[in-house]
């Protein structure tokens, strides 16, 4: 469904991306890993399409995708959906929820494409009765699932999480991956989801690629995982991650 082709993106003498392939099915999630710094943001946002790479080309079911500042039809813009990192920074602490879902309605209403009603995209978040909530009140987590339904309502076929967790405690994160994965699961949507701080307690991602210095170095099925992993950097996340559990076990 998407794949990516040989991306490269310079900063100046910074390489974010070096020579990177991946590809990912219909109904696929792919876990993005790999430590501050090694470009998983850059690729999620050529994915999406916000970003042009220097070489390579993002292609979405076998067509080229154009970035945002170059024409691009509205079912590619609507079919790929971003839900950034800070819950607080997204989302207008004056609006209403009901207004902070209004602007995707009104698009596709006006394209003329079918979308999901904002009642009920909160019902399927589980924030049926926060419509007419000021979004100030909102804890960092159910903001968080205000950015998911909102990202549902074009009806999209991939969902790009950009350390949508990284801001949230840990029970409101293991909630939003289970969000995901439901969506995943009943929808048929596409996951590629950013981490730098895998929990790899929690099982139920499809697929890992791990990327360091602009390049991926190690990719395979999240199962198993923990014992396969072959790359160096690979067992160096392990390993970091379990030192930090050891440290921390909540």
Known sequence: MLTLEHIHKHYGSLCAA????????????LVLA?????????????????????RGRVLLDGRPLAPLCRRRSFDQCAGIQYIFQDPYG???????????????????RRRGRAFLPAEDALFYVGLSDFLDRPLGELSGGQRQKVCIARAL?????????????????????????????RIKDEKGV???????????????WDRIAVMRQGKIVEQARFAGFRSSASHPYSRDLLAAYDFFNRRDPS
């Open 190 to 204: 596409s996951l590629l989801v950013i981490l730098h701080d895998v929990d790899f307690s929690y099982a139920r």
């Open 18 to 29: 070096d020579d990177v392939t991946l590809e990912l099915a219909d109904g696929e999630s």
């Open 153 to 181: 309502m074009p009806l999209p076929r991939l969902i790009i999480a950009d350390e949508s967790t990284a801001m949230l405690d840990r029970q409101s994160g293991l909630d939003v991956f289970d969000l995901l994965n």
């Open 90 to 108: 997204a989302l207008d602490p004056g609006f209403t929820v009901r207004r902070a879902l209004d602007e995707p309605a009104r698009i596709c």
């Open 34 to 54: 790999g430590e501050s710094g090694s470009g998983k943001t850059t690729l999620a946002k050529i994915a999406a399409g916000v970003l042009a790479p220097d």
